[in-house]
C-alpha cells in the first residue's frame, strides 16, 4: 500500500509539471501578443520590448516555464528596478491588466468558487442519490417514472439555461433575492445567512444537472448490485431487507459513487464557468473566462489552469487510494 | 425416518411480456432429517425455480407461487409458501439453508469471511462480535479450510473456487439449520474439487443428521450421495424413486435417457456409448397438453392411440415407493429397450 502510494505520488508530481509546460507551450502557440495587449496603442518597438522584458516573455517558452516553477517555490520580482513588484510564494505570475499577484487574484477568487462547489456538492449528493436509490427500489412504479422525467430534464438543459431561468424566476421574478446582492461575497462563517442567499441560488443550478446524473448512476448501479448473487447469499442467510439494503447492496452500489464524486467535485474546484458567469460570481471560472474573453490576461489564464488541473490530478489520487480502502480486491491487487 | 420438507403441487410462474412461464408444474416431493434428495434434469428443467420458491427467495412482485411447502418443525408444521414474508425469512439460514451453484459471486466482495460468516451467526445467536468470529473459525476449520484463525480475517478474492464453495458451507451451516438445499454445489468447480466437496457434504449430513437436498443435472454425482431421487423434466417431476430403483429399475424413457449419457463403469465402459438425448424441452409458455417429452421420445410409437401427444400421463406409483410419468408400465419400458438394443 505504502509502495502504491509513493508511486502514485511520483506520477502526480510528473504528471503536473507535464501539465503547466504544455501550458505554456499552448500559449506560446496563441496567436495573442501580450506584451503589445499590455502596452496598447501607443507602443514603441521600444517600449514593446520593454514590456516584453518585463512581463518575461523575452526568453524561450522553456527558460519562462522555469522561471514559473521557481517563481512557485521562492515567489518572484516583476518588472525591473524601483518599479519592481514581488509576489511572495507561491507566485503564479503577475497580473498587468489587474495589477496584482495572480496569487492574489486567485486566493480572493478560490472561496467563492469552494463555497459554490461544496454547496452544489452536498446538494447534489443528497438529492441524487436518495432519488436514485428511492427509484431503484420502487422500480416501475409512478415515482420511478417521476424520477426518470428529472433524469431526463436535468441531463438535457444547459447550465446557461437553467441558470438564465433561475435569474429571470426566481431572482427578479419572485424577488426572492435582491438583484443588487447578487454574487456578493459574504464569509459563511460571519454571515451565513448571506453567503447562502448569495449561493444557494447557482449552486442550486449546478447542483440540478449533476443530481440527475447521480439520481441515474445511483439507481442503475443499486437495481444491477440487487440482482448480484451475494445479495441472494445475504437473502438466504435471514437478513431483513433493511439490513440487505444497508449493507450489503449500498455498499457495492455506491462504492463507484466516490470515484465519480471525487472527480465531479474537484472539477468544479477549477471554477464553474457558465454558472458563474451567469450569476456573476467571481470565482476561478468567473476570472478565468474574463481572463480569455475580456482581457487577455495570460498569467491568469495561466494561474487558473494550472490549479483547476491540479484539483484533478490530485483528487485522482485521492479517489484511487480511498477506493483501494473500500474495495478489498483493488487494495491486494 | 420423519419428514421434514413437504412440498405439495407446487406451481411458480413468470408473468412475461410473452406469457407466462411455468417453471414448477405441479412438483411435489419431500425429504427426512438424515436423508438426501437428489433432485436431477436438464438445464432449465425447474430445479431451482422449485426450491427458491421453498426458500421464499423468488422476487414476490414478478412470481406467480401456488401449492403448499411444510416444514415439520419441532413446534409444529408451517407452511412457508402461505406464511408471511417476515416469518419465513426468520427460517432462512436457521431451518432452512441454501448454497448455490457459483461460489466466486455468491460470497460479498467487500466484507472477510469472517464478518459474513459471523454476520448469519448473529442473526440468531446472542453475542459479541468476537464470539462470531470465533465461531467463524470453528465453522471453518469443520469445513476443511486449513489455517482457518488466519484465513477468518481475509477476503472471498483470496480464496480458490473450492474453498469459496466450503466457505459458502460454513456460513449456511453455521446456524444448525435442519435443511440444507444445495444448488450444483460443484458444476463451477473443477472434478477432484468435486467429490472434496460432496463428501464434505455427506459427512456433514451425518454428523448434523440434515436434511439435504441436491440439485444436479450430473446422475454419476446423485450414485455417490442420494437416498433417493427425484427427475425434473420441463417444470415437472417425472420420476421419482429410491437410488437404486432408479439406477436399476428406471420406469421413465427420459431416465433412461439420462442414464444412458453418463459414463457407467459397471462394464467398464465397455461397449457403451455416451447418448445425449437429442432435441429440446418445450416452452414452458404453451405448455403441450400431451407428455412434454414426447418430441424426444423414443418409445411414444409403442403407445397407441397417439396417447402421449394428447394426454398428459399422471405421475403413479409404478412399484413400491417408486413414482413415474409415462403412460407405459416399468416392465413395457424394459421391454421397449432390450428389444431396441437387440436390434442394433
Ligand atoms: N425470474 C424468471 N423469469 C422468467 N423465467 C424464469 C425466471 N427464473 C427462471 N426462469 C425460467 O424457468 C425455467 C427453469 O429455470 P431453473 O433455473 O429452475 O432451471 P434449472 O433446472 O435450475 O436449470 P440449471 O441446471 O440451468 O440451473 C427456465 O426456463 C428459466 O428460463
Ligand atoms: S408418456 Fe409417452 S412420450 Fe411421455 S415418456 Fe412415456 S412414452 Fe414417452
Ligand atoms: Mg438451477
Same mark, same amino acid.
Given at each position: ?36 495587449? #499590455? !502596452? ?46 514581488? !509576489? ?28 459554490? %462547489?461544496?454547496? &452544489? ?17 420502487k422500480k416501475g412504479s +409512478?415515482?420511478d ?31 426572492? $433575492? ?24 447557482? %449552486? ?6 449533476? &443530481? %440527475? ?10 437495481i444491477e448490485?440487487s440482482s448480484e448473487d451475494?445479495i441472494r447469499? %445475504?437473502r438466504a ?6 439490513? +440487505? ?32 458567469? #451567469? ?55 | *425416518? ?5 412440498v405439495k403441487n407446487l406451481h411458480v410462474s413468470f408473468p412475461t411480456e410473452d406469457g407466462a412461464v411455468l417453471a414448477s408444474n405441479d412438483v411435489s416431493y ?9 433432485i436431477v434434469g436438464e438445464s432449465g428443467s425447474g430445479k431451482s425455480v422449485a426450491n427458491l420458491a421453498v426458500m421464499g427467495l423468488h422476487n414476490p412482485q414478478r412470481t406467480k407461487i401456488s401449492g403448499s411447502a ?9 407452511d412457508v409458501l402461505s406464511?408471511?414474508n417476515?416469518?419465513v ?9 441454501m448454497?448455490f451453484q457459483d461460489? *466466486?459471486s ?20 446472542? @453475542? ?40 459458502? +458451507? ?11 438445499i444445495?444448488d450444483e454445489?460443484?458444476t &463451477? ?24 437436498i441436491?440439485i444436479t443435472h450430473?446422475?454419476? $454425482? ?8 427425484s427427475v425434473m423434466y420441463s417444470g415437472r417431476v417425472v420420476e421419482s ?11 421413465h424413457?427420459y431416465t433412461?435417457g439420462l ?18 438425448i437429442p432435441g429440446q424441452p418445450p416452452s414452458l409458455i404453451s405448455v403441450p397438453k400431451g407428455c412434454a417429452f414426447e418430441a424426444r421420445c ?6 397407441? @392411440?397417439?396417447?402421449c401427444h394428447a394426454v398428459n400421463p399422471d405421475l ?9 410419468r !409415462? ?15 437387440? #436390434?442394433?
Open positions: 500500500m505504502l509502495k502504491y502510494v509513493s508511486q502514485r505520488l511520483f506520477y502526480t508530481v510528473l504528471l503536473l509539471l507535464l501539465v503547466s509546460l504544455s501550458v505554456y507551450f499552448i500559449f506560446d502557440l496563441l496567436p495573442v501578443d501580450p506584451a503589445r495587449l #499590455v !502596452c496598447s496603442k501607443n507602443c514603441s518597438p521600444a517600449l514593446l520590448r520593454d514590456t516584453r522584458h518585463k512581463l518575461g516573455l523575452d526568453v524561450s517558452v522553456i527558460e519562462q516555464w522555469l522561471r514559473f516553477l521557481q517563481g512557485l517555490f521562492i515567489g518572484r520580482d516583476y518588472g525591473v528596478a524601483a518599479a519592481a513588484i514581488h !509576489c511572495p510564494a507561491p507566485a503564479f505570475g503577475y497580473s498587468f491588466s489587474r495589477h496584482e499577484c495572480v496569487s492574489t487574484v486567485l486566493s480572493h477568487a478560490f472561496p467563492v468558487t469552494l463555497s459554490l %462547489a461544496v454547496l &452544489a456538492f452536498i446538494l447534489w449528493m443528497t438529492v441524487g442519490v436518495s432519488l436514485g436509490v428511492l427509484a431503484a427500489r +409512478i415515482f417514472r417521476v424520477s426518470t422525467v428529472f433524469v431526463l430534464i436535468g441531463t438535457s438543459l444547459p447550465t446557461f439555461l437553467t441558470g438564465v431561468l433561475v435569474v429571470i424566476f426566481i431572482i427578479l421574478k419572485f424577488n426572492l $433575492v435582491d438583484p443588487l446582492e447578487i454574487g456578493n461575497w459574504s464569509n459563511p462563517l460571519t454571515d451565513p445567512i448571506g453567503w447562502l442567499q448569495t449561493f444557494i441560488w447557482p %449552486a442550486a443550478t449546478l447542483a440540478f444537472a449533476y &443530481a %440527475a446524473t447521480y439520481t441515474r448512476f445511483t439507481r442503475s448501479n443499486v448490485t451475494f447469499t %445475504a442467510k435471514g437478513l431483513s431487507e433493511k439490513v +440487505i439494503l444497508r449493507k450489503h447492496t449500498l455498499r457495492a452500489a455506491l462504492a463507484p459513487l466516490v470515484t465519480l464524486a471525487g472527480l465531479d467535485f474537484a472539477g468544479l474546484l477549477g471554477g464553474a464557468i457558465i454558472t458563474e458567469k #451567469v450569476f456573476g460570481l467571481d470565482g476561478l471560472g468567473g476570472i478565468s473566462i474574463e481572463a480569455v474573453t475580456s482581457s487577455y490576461d495570460l498569467p491568469i489564464i495561466v494561474g487558473t489552469t494550472i490549479v483547476a488541473s491540479t484539483f484533478v490530478v490530485v483528487a485522482n489520487l485521492i479517489v484511487d487510494i480511498t477506493y483501494a480502502f473500500i474495495d478489498p480486491r483493488v487494495r491486494h491487487a | *425416518m420423519s419428514t421434514f420438507l413437504e419431500s425429504v427426512a432429517l438424515g436423508e438426501t434428495l437428489a411444510i416444514l415439520h418443525l419441532p413446534e409444529g408444521p408451517i406464511a408471511p417476515e416469518t425469512r426468520r427460517l432462512r439460514g436457521k431451518a432452512m439453508s448454497i461460489p *466466486m455468491a460470497l460479498h466482495p467487500f466484507y472477510t469471511i469472517g464478518d459474513q460468516i459471523a454476520e448469519a451467526w448473529a442473526l440468531y445467536n446472542e @453475542g459479541s462480535k468476537a464470539d462470531g468470529i470465533k465461531r467463524a473459525v470453528e465453522m471453518l476449520d469443520l469445513v476443511g479450510i486449513p489455517d482457518a484463525s488466519k484465513r477468518v480475517h481475509e477476503y472471498p478474492h483470496q480464496f480458490s473456487g473450492g474453498m469459496r464453495q466450503r466457505v459458502m +458451507i460454513a456460513m449456511a451451516l453455521v446456524n444448525n439449520p435442519s435443511l440444507l444445495a454445489p460443484t &463451477a468447480l473443477d472434478v477432484t474439487v468435486q467429490s472434496q466437496i460432496l463428501r464434505l457434504l455427506a459427512d456433514l449430513q451425518k454428523e448434523f443428521n440434515m436434511a439435504v441436491l450430473d446422475l454419476g $454425482v446423485v450414485a455417490e450421495v442420494a437416498d433417493r431421487v424413486a429410491p437410488i437404486d430403483e432408479i439406477f436399476y429399475n428406471t420406469t424413457p433412461r442414464l444412458n449419457s453418463i459414463p457407467r463403469v459397471d462394464n467398464n465402459g465397455i461397449g457403451t456409448r455416451l447418448k445425449a423414443e418409445f411414444a410409437s409403442h403407445v397407441s @392411440g397417439g396417447l403413479v406409483e409404478k412399484a413400491p415407493s417408486h413414482f413415474g !409415462c403412460h407405459l408400465t416399468g416392465q413395457q419400458v424394459i421391454e421397449i429397450a432390450n428389444q431396441n438394443n437387440g #436390434v442394433k
